[in-house]
């Protein structure tokens, strides 16, 4: 079958962000301090630059993207839209299916379209240094590679069970510059308390990031810099999604579906919300978000507010979320092992405007190896959990006989993650459905707010 690859040129990267908050039925519920009063934007700049806070903010509905940030996104994007068609014929499944390709930054992922421009931004600011958390590596990676690219220090506190499972991220987070450590550490207060309660803690992004707003918190010439969760993070992943929309407009077609992994939601968002303006104009769209069935934040997670850190540094957002000192297991897909999900898309998915579903470790690796061995990528562990729904999709499709066109998020490439598919062809991994008792009892411990 012929190769589909629908490609545009350096001049079609979006010249603007789209921001969802301005055609959502209702506005984004505030932050709020652990008052249970709506926190201060002068607190918020203790660990962010007023440009950044002002996005987080903002519900206009476009906001321009800075010339120097599109000059580096000229070095991977656009990304190409290209559609399986060795895929659908394996399957035998009567579906169109195609994948927004982000693995060709340098980073091997969608994670630089908002590391750039938050360098750039705190740059502007006259911020020196950065601290962040990673969970698989991919946004660490990104983050060393924008403060290489804008002369910043960068210090990555990555979750202890992926820095023992992803030694190739370590060390390309470090030939760009960045210091890395396993959390929890003995370095900051958060770390030490963890260590103290239990000395074998496997780490989480909860850990991970109550130790980097730490450290930011502390130090003047130092912001916080996050991967995903929050409102400005995911309006600068909507890259993929505007692109998207172009290319499908050049070959006439129009998903009936999108999917994409979903651990803090900026992957899912970056994709999928560009999308909901035509939903909210009547246009017949269902968006999924896919997480695996051991994280189940939205699947089976409490919509309330709670922290964004297992510490309580953050301020308390309204999340679905499985509770702040929820520690999952150790599963290879590290960057969807977070308690939380964004307040954007939790908030959608509350109303009923997207939705969601969780897939198993090994049905994923399963999705992920017959991907490679049909369309020649080989996919992240996260990628993979958008692969199997979609997959899944098109099988029914074949029962049905319905000809949908289903798009996904290939998020980023595997080939760092590649001891993980040993792993999974030698008979290792297996599958974690974490105990509802287990998710009840972290839920006791959500904030108390009115």
């Excluded at 906001?63 to 290209?82: D, G, S």
């Excluded at 990676?141 to 030694?167: D, H």
């Excluded at 172009?246 to 651990?263: H, N, S, T, V």
Aim: proline share 7%; with cysteine.
């Amino acid at each position: 079958m012929e190769n589909i690859r629908i490609q545009l040129d350096a001049s079609e990267i979006p010249t603007h962000w789209y921001n969802v908050v301005a055609d959502m039925p209702k506005p984004p519920a505030p932050p709020l301090g652990p008052d249970g009063q709506p926190v201060a934007a002068e607190k918020m700049l203790e660990i962010f630059p007023p440009n950044l806070l002002e996005q987080e903010m903002s519900a206009e509905r476009w906001i321009a993207i800075p010339e120097e940030v599109r000059e580096i996104y000229r070095l991977w994007r656009p990304a190409p839209l290209c559609r399986a068609t060795r895929l659908e014929q394996a399957l035998g499944t009567p579906a169109k299916i195609y994948y927004k390709y982000e693995g060709g930054s340098p980073a091997g992922s969608h994670k630089p379209n908002t590391a750039i421009p938050q360098a750039w931004y705190n740059r502007q600011a006259g911020i020196k240094r950065l601290s962040t958390e990673t969970g698989a590596g991919q946004w660490g990676s990104s983050i060393a590679l924008a403060g290489q690219m804008f002369g910043m220090e960068v210090r990555v506190y990555m979750v202890k069970v992926s820095y023992e499972q992803k030694a190739a991220r370590r060390s390309l987070m470090r030939t760009w510059g960045a210091e890395v450590f396993a959390s929890p550490t003995s370095q900051t207060q958060a770390g030490r308390d963890i260590l103290a309660k239990d000395p074998f803690s496997p780490g989480s992004l909860g850990i991970a990031i109550a130790e980097a707003v730490e450290e930011a918190a502390s130090r003047k010439d130092t912001n916080y810099v996050l991967g995903s969760v929050l409102n400005h993070v995911i309006l600068h992943q909507t890259v993929i999604g505007l692109e998207a929309k172009k290319q499908f407009e050049k070959i006439g077609e129009y998903p009936d579906m999108i999917f994409a992994p979903c651990g803090g939601g900026s992957n899912f968002g970056g994709i999928a919300f560009p999308f909901l303006a035509d939903k909210a104009a009547g246009r017949n769209i269902r968006l999924v978000a896919v997480e695996p069935s051991s994280c189940p934040t939205l699947t089976r997670g409490h919509y309330a507010y709670d922290y964004g850190d297992s510490s309580g540094y953050t301020p308390l957002m309204l999340m679905y979320t499985l509770g702040h000192d929820f520690v999952p297991p150790g599963i290879h897909a590290g960057g969807l092992r977070y308690h939380g999900d964004s307040p954007l898309v939790s908030q959608l998915y509350h109303e009923g405007l997207i939705e969601a579903v969780a897939v198993n470790q090994l049905a994923t690796f399963e999705a992920g190896v017959q991907f490679a061995r049909t369309e020649g990528i080989v996919p992240a562990p996260e990628s993979c959990h958008g692969i199997r729904a979609v997959i899944d999709e098109a099988l029914r499709c074949k029962e049905t006989g319905e000809a949908k066109t289903l798009l996904f998020c290939l998020s980023g490439h595997g080939h760092f993650d590649m001891t993980s598919y040993d792993r999974y062809f030698a008979g290792e991994l297996e599958d974690y459905a974490y105990p509802a008792e287990a998710i009840e009892a972290a839920l006791q411990h959500l904030p108390k707010v009115g």
